[in-house]
């Protein structure tokens, strides 16, 4: 079942994410975008509403994109059990 689904490939290291600061939540296949996120809000100060928002765009697309794919796995997994028709 999980192979209909895929995760997509992590592409930010355990260094990365730890030189990063990314809490534990946030680590996770967007952990990425969380960090150039993390990084332009730092670097632009006051201003980083106006200067970060593609960033913060990219972000929650990739979130939102894995909340699909584990909406589709749990709805396999209950009609796999005959939860649901």
């Not at 150039?36 to 100060?45: A, F, P």
């Not at 006051?46 to 765009?57: D, G, M, P, Q, T």
């Not at 979130?63 to 997994?77: L, T």
């Amino acid at each position: 079942m999980a192979d209909r689904f895929p995760p997509p490939p992590m592409k930010a290291t355990q260094e990365q994410m730890d030189a990063a600061d990314v809490p534990y939540h946030y680590r996770d296949y967007c952990a990425h975008l969380y960090i150039d996120y993390k990084e332009c809000r730092l670097t632009n100060g006051f201003s980083w509403r106006a200067k970060c928002h593609h960033e913060l765009h990219a972000y929650n697309k990739c979130e939102y994109k894995e909340f699909k794919r584990r909406v589709a796995i749990a709805i396999e997994e209950k009609r796999r059990r005959g939860l649901i028709a």
